[in-house]
T-cell receptor
Framework: GENVEQHPSTLSVQEGDSAVIKCTYS??????FPWYKQELGKRPQLIID?????GEKKDQRIAVTLNKTAKHFSLHITETQPEDSAVYFCAARVNYGGSQGNLIFGKGTKLSVKP | DAGVTQSPTHLIKTRGQQVTLRCSPKSGHDTVSWYQQALGQGPQFIFQYYEEEERQRGNFPDRFSGHQFPNYSSELNVNALLLGDSALYLC?????????????FGAGSRLTVL
């Protein structure tokens, strides 16, 4: 089955710097890669996603890149702000026979942005 | 438009007891997935329900069971609770159409087993 590895487990940056979180996956059939942000005590919230037919996607200060050959994808946050502090999870999904597969999550990265 | 709602938000049980958690999906969604999130870990897939049937299952024992009702709401049942079942249980809903498979999560039910 699919396995998702996420690095680093913790990341501390100064406000205004960039942050990069990397994930690798094992199943080459995975075709959907979302990123979720989870603040303390709150639900995971989708911040950006990418499908396997796209190499990069950007939404304001957030971008995701996908390298299907190497089976890795990354989250890039530019101009970080204290409110970006949270735990970020990557995930991968394989769709089976047109039906939605389940999401396999990484273990998370705790991002701290220091003012 | 209500998002995914879960109940109860918190509960405490003792070992050996049984628990039922409930989930109402986001309006317009027809698929419900359940995840277990242990402290400091990523969510782990338990199972997914679509058209009132369990469609996929993760690596969880038979003590974990579920149900989906005609209105798409769902229940997660855990029997013979163990200390290790203490976790945040997240329900996520989605729509089963091609390309529209974004998961929306509820706030979760925090289960503590003593």
């Amino acid at each position: 089955g699919e396995n998702v590895e996420q690095h680093p487990s913790t990341l501390s940056v100064q406000e205004g710097d960039s942050a990069v979180i990397k994930c690798t996956y094992s199943d080459s059939a995975s075709n959907y890669f979302p990123w979720y942000k989870q603040e303390l005590g709150k639900r995971p919230q989708l911040i950006i996603d990418i499908r396997s037919n796209v190499g990069e996607k950007k939404d304001q200060r957030i971008a995701v890149t996908l390298n299907k050959t190497a089976k890795h994808f990354s989250l890039h946050i530019t101009e970080t702000q204290p409110e970006d502090s949270a735990v970020y999870f990557c995930a991968a999904r394989v769709n089976y026979g047109g039906s939605q597969g389940n999401l396999i999550f990484g273990k998370g990265t705790k991002l701290s942005v220091k003012p | 438009d209500a998002g995914v709602t879960q109940s109860p938000t918190h509960l405490i049980k003792t070992r050996g007891q049984q628990v039922t958690l409930r989930c109402s999906p986001k309006s317009g969604h027809d698929t419900v997935s359940w995840y277990q999130q242990a402290l400091g870990q990523g969510p782990q897939f338990i199972f997914q329900y679509y058209e009132e049937e369990e469609r996929q299952r993760g690596n969880f024992p038979d003590r974990f069971s579920g149900h989906q009702f005609p209105n798409y709401s769902s229940e997660l049942n855990v029997n013979a609770l163990l200390l290790g079942d203490s976790a945040l249980y997240l329900c996520a809903s989605s729509l089963e159409t091609a390309g529209a498979n974004v998961l929306t999560f509820g706030a979760g039910s925090r289960l503590t087993v003593l």
